[in-house]
């Protein structure tokens, strides 16, 4: 990309410092439009920092996020970030209908809105039931519904498939790879590295620093390697 005018994110040197220790080591990179990226790394490599510092909730100590041309937290990025967080954020006595609709309210969006999320995430079936009701998957579904509430153009899914079984975790990526087809950034971290190859692209972190970024067949290329784990262990010996 030659400018960051065509960046959905622009992201220079961040670094985060919290009581003394660095989170963030200068994390530089940029991502368009369309594209599918995997946030990958083991747990405490600093994943869901950078996803609360392209939110806005990270204090950053150096550096700077900027997503479309805006800095990270800018009132004018409301409505415009969708945001999945590893914990259902939903109300349990509600009804998954009422749920949806009540974030439609919320972001003054029309009633036809409602039907629209439920049928992308697979939900209308379950339009009157409880969420307090549903299993883990479909928990989790429903939380992605209200992240995608209003079509942002940038979605920030923290562990989206965590403790899932396999045929969710399958169903949750195919809609997560239309929906970065349909012109959406999304950013989607994990710790399960044979989730690598269902991501267009990859950032793989480690102790706050950003050991890699590209495609999953030019990590595999890089470090001559015949799986994602493997690849990973090799970046991480070679960086020592």
Known sequence: ?????????DVSNLRVVRSGHEILKSISFRAA???????????????????????????ITDGSARIMNCAAGS????????????????????????????FTGVLAQGPSEVARVMDVVALTPFADRLVASLSGGERARVSLGVA?????????????????????????WHTFDDLAKSGATVIVSSHVMDEAARCARLLLLRDGALLFDGTPASLLAASKASGYDEAFERLIEGDR
């Open 1 to 9: 990309m030659d400018s960051s005018d065509h960046s959905t994110f």
């Open 33 to 59: 439009p369309g594209e599918l990226i995997g946030l990958l790394g083991p747990s405490g490599s600093g994943k869901s920092t950078l996803m609360r510092s392209l939110l806005g909730v990270q204090a």
């Open 75 to 102: 009132r004018s990025l409301r409505g415009k970030l969708g945001y999945m967080a590893q914990s259902a954020a939903v109300y349990l006595d509600l009804t998954v209908e009422e749920n949806i609709r009540y």
């Open 148 to 172: 995608l509430v209003g079509s942002p153009p940038v979605l920030i899914l923290d562990e989206p498939t965590v403790g899932l079984d396999p045929i969710l975790r399958r169903d949750l």
